[in-house]
């Protein structure tokens, strides 16, 4: 059974750091590409940043240069490093399997909420 447990949301004011982790069981985490989601209220749900199983990452435009995405196989998790933080930035956020041999699951965790002020 594929899971995905997220963590590390909260209040925080503009400016401000968040880091995110989500910690995956019941998949080969090391072969996967991992990804990181966000859904605003009314909005649809959008990829925010990837990272191949070898380490390549990628970044929609309005998070370059904030966010940070890496992975520590060892511990079968996958972080988002957040900075200088933006109210638009509100939303929750999750992670997933977007490439690899646990993609096939389209399992998705319970998210974690972010907020920020201005």
């Known amino acids: 059974q594929v899971q995905l447990v997220e963590s590390g949301g909260g209040l925080v004011q503009a400016g401000g750091s968040l880091r995110l982790s989500c910690v995956t069981s019941?998949?080969?985490?090391?072969?996967?590409?991992m990804g990181w989601y966000r859904q605003a209220p009314g909005k649809q749900r959008d990829l925010v940043a990837t990272?191949?199983?070898?380490?390549?990452?990628n970044y929609v435009d309005s998070v370059k240069g904030r966010f940070t995405i890496s992975r520590d196989n060892a511990e079968k998790t996958v972080y988002l490093q957040m900075n200088s933080l933006k109210p638009e930035d509100t939303a929750v956020y999750y992670c997933?399997?977007?490439?690899?041999?646990?993609?096939?699951?389209?399992?998705w965790g319970q998210g974690t909420q972010v907020t920020v002020s201005s």
């Open positions: 990272i191949t199983s070898g380490g390549i990452t």
């Open positions: 019941g998949i080969i985490f090391s072969a996967n590409a």
């Open positions: 997933k399997v977007v490439h690899g041999p646990g993609y096939q699951f389209n399992s």
